[in-house]
């Protein structure tokens, strides 16, 4: 069957395939949408209330699934797709906290709990772009999984259901990339323990 | 150090292993797994330091966090 004009289908598939233009396109399907669960996120500071990145999402696709944009199969494309707009959307964010920065700096919110030490709009969250990018030339799997994990909020559960494993295993595979960023942003920290 | 993705899966599954053993028995699976060769055994050691360091710093993050739920810090007048 040919595709409709902007399938998202299409498009997402390209992209999974590789093509870097295809990611472009899909961008303004999604961005506008996601800016405003950034903009929640950032602001969640002292609010339990706050929306969930994950809930958004699914109510985009949800939507776009009902406007036959995209096919029940797209489910973990698009998720990945939203998840890598989204650490491009903070680690905008956080480019902007370090540069207009004034007196106190950014408030400390954790991009996510289960990653304490990492907090939004930090020079840390930063590193960890950086580190992410390094990683993905040794494992791009590992990189979609701290994307989907940490910049989208899905819970584990949500992750493994994507990633087409089990909980277990992303609890095993964070543990290692959790370990492996930690040394990659605090260098020191870890060759003075190893050196006690 | 530039690292080859079939060098870093190795790295991944003896640090998967070693986590799993007693502490105690840790030392001796990595020298067994990692066969004399010294950089790959100091690169899962180096790990393995790293995600200790990162359970402390995590622990002691959320602790901080609690105590501020509790205590929430006075906030200075704009």
């Not at chain 1, 396109?25 to 929640?40: D, I, N």
């Not at chain 1, 964010?93 to 920065?101: D, K, N, V």
């Not at chain 1, 840390?124 to 909020?153: C, H, M, T, W």
């Not at chain 2, 790295?11 to 004399?36: S, Y």
Request: aromatic content about 8%.
């Amino acid at each position: 069957m040919e595709p409709a004009d902007g399938d998202i289908t299409l498009l997402l598939v390209r992209w999974k395939d590789g093509d870097p233009s295809a990611f472009d396109k899909l961008m303004p399907l999604v961005y506008p949408h996601l800016r405003q669960v950034a903009a929640a996120y950032i602001r969640r500071e002292r609010n339990p209330d706050v929306l969930e990145a994950t809930a958004l999402v699914h109510e985009l696709y949800l939507r776009l699934l009902s406007q036959r944009k995209v096919a029940w199969d797209d489910r973990r494309h698009f998720y990945t797709f939203a998840a890598k707009v989204m650490r491009m959307i903070l680690i905008d964010y956080a480019r902007a906290s370090q540069t207009l920065i004034r007196g106190g700096g950014y408030e400390k919110i954790p991009l996510n709990d289960d990653l304490p030490w990492v907090d939004v709009g930090s020079p840390e969250l930063l590193d960890l772009n950086r580190a992410l990018d390094e990683l993905s030339s040794l494992d791009p799997d590992k990189v979609q999984l701290i994307e989907l994990r940490y910049f989208l909020g899905c819970t584990a559960e949500e992750t493994a259901s994507l990633m087409k494993v089990s909980k277990a295993t992303v609890d095993r595979e964070l543990k290692f990339i959790k370990s492996w960023l930690y040394r990659r942003i605090h260098p020191l920290a870890t060759a003075k323990a190893a050196g006690e | 150090m530039e690292q080859r993705p079939e060098r870093f899966l190795r790295i991944e599954a003896i640090f998967h292993e070693a986590l799993a053993a007693p502490e105690e028995m840790r030392a001796k699976l990595v020298e067994t797994r990692c066969q004399q060769d010294n950089a790959l055994a100091a690169e899962v050691y180096s790990l393995l330091e790293a995600c200790a360091a990162e359970e402390r710093l995590t622990a002691s993050r959320r602790w901080a966090a609690k105590v501020d739920q509790t205590h929430p810090p006075e906030r200075k007048p704009e």
